[in-house]
C-alpha cells in the first residue's frame, strides 16, 4: 500500500530554516514527479514546488521561490524541502504529494513566529 509520511516541522523564527522530508513507501518513487503543497489556517491548500523524477527540472511558486528548496534521494525514497529565511506566511500545514496517482501524505505543521 502507497504511503507518503512527512516530517521536520515545529516552530521556528522569522528568518529562521527548517528541512522537511517525506518518506515514500509502496510504490516505485523513483518513477514519479512529486510535489510539496501547504495549506495555512483558513485558506485553500496550494502548489509549493515540484520536481522531475530524476531530480533535474525543479519548479516553484514566486511566494517561495529563492527560499526553499526542493530536492529527493531516490535511493531512500525520500522527498525534502529546505525552507529557508521563513516569514510569517509561510505557516501551514506541509504535505507531499505524488499527482500522477494522486498520493497524499497526512502533513507536517511549520509554524512560523515570534
Known amino acids: 500500500q502507497a504511503q507518503l509520511v512527512e516530517s521536520g516541522g515545529g516552530l521556528v523564527q522569522p528568518g529562521g530554516s527548517l528541512r522537511l522530508s517525506c518518506a515514500a513507501s509502496g510504490f516505485t518513487f523513483s518513477g514519479f514527479v512529486m510535489m510539496w503543497y501547504r495549506q495555512a489556517p483558513h485558506k485553500e491548500r496550494e502548489w509549493v514546488a515540484t520536481i522531475a523524477t530524476d531530480g533535474s527540472h525543479t519548479r516553484y511558486a514566486g511566494v517561495v521561490e529563492g527560499r526553499f528548496t526542493i530536492s529527493r534521494d531516490n535511493d531512500k525514497n525520500t522527498l525534502f524541502l529546505q525552507m529557508d529565511s521563513l516569514k510569517f506566511e509561510d505557516t501551514a500545514v506541509y504535505y507531499c504529494?505524488?499527482?500522477?496517482?494522486?498520493?497524499w501524505g497526512k502533513g507536517t505543521l511549520v509554524n512560523v513566529s515570534s
Open positions: 504529494h505524488a499527482p500522477s496517482r494522486g498520493f
